[in-house]
């Protein structure tokens, strides 16, 4: 099993949709996690990062952790075909080692 | 502007032939990072450096070498022990355990 799964899509959406992006995790020591969004052929992008369970919003995003499920979520609001990309959830023990999923695609159709 | 460089965006290897990649940062970061992506899969960590002079190995470190010289700057050589060397490879720097900022990436093609 490893230790953080994300569904890799693709994901279909239409323009405008609230978009859900999950990933869970098996190691109870994660305290630092991230969303990056990678378009094709470029580096990940950082769009958002949080410390411990909590939600934070940024604009149209808004990140959602919850520890005691050991589940993370990202959500994005009013999507645009410019959010079509790759979404990557990553985490950290705080040994700076970053633990990433395996990305999900996404698709906002105008 | 701050950020982070890599050099060249396309690099093409022959057989037996070791490379060089460059990665640089002007972010003040301490710690450096390689990953290499491949299709449909994660990143998966290379080596990485926390200080000046020092690294450590990732999770698939064979077949490549690093050093850590100037703060500035974390080559990464891909040797021809690396039998399948054609990736997608990322730098990447934080400060300490915070989030990492990660370079355009270089594409590596054999010939």
């Known amino acids: 099993q490893k230790e953080v799964e994300q569904d890799p899509g693709p994901l279909s959406v239409p323009e405008g949709a609230i978009v859900s992006l999950n990933c869970t995790y098996s190691?109870?020591?994660?305290?630092?996690f991230m969303w990056y969004r990678q378009y094709s052929r470029k580096g990940p992008e950082l769009l958002m990062y949080?410390?411990?369970?909590g939600n934070k919003e940024d604009g149209r995003f808004t990140a959602q952790v919850d520890k005691s499920s050991k589940y993370i979520s990202l959500f994005i609001r009013d999507s645009q075909p410019s959010d079509s990309a790759t979404y990557l959830c990553?985490?950290?023990?705080?040994?700076?080692?970053?633990?990433f999923g395996q990305g999900t695609t996404l698709q906002v159709k105008p | 502007d701050g950020g982070i460089t890599q050099s060249p965006k396309y690099l093409f290897r022959k057989e037996g032939q070791n490379v060089t990649l460059s990665c640089e940062q002007n972010l003040n970061h301490d710690a450096m990072y390689w990953y290499r992506q491949d299709p449909g899969q994660g990143l998966r960590l290379i080596y990485y450096s926390q200080i000046v002079n020092d690294f450590q190995k990732g999770d698939i470190a064979e077949g490549y070498s690093v050093s850590r010289e100037k703060k500035e700057s974390f080559p990464l050589t891909v040797t021809s022990a690396q039998k399948n060397p054609t990736a997608f490879y990322l730098c990447?720097?934080?400060?300490?355990?915070?989030?990492?900022?990660f370079g355009p990436g270089t594409r590596l093609l054999v010939l």
């Open positions: 990553a985490m950290s023990a705080n040994t700076g080692k970053l633990i």
């Open positions: 190691n109870s020591a994660f305290q630092y």
């Open positions: 949080t410390y411990s369970s």
């Open positions: 990447a720097s934080s400060i300490g355990q915070r989030a990492q900022y």
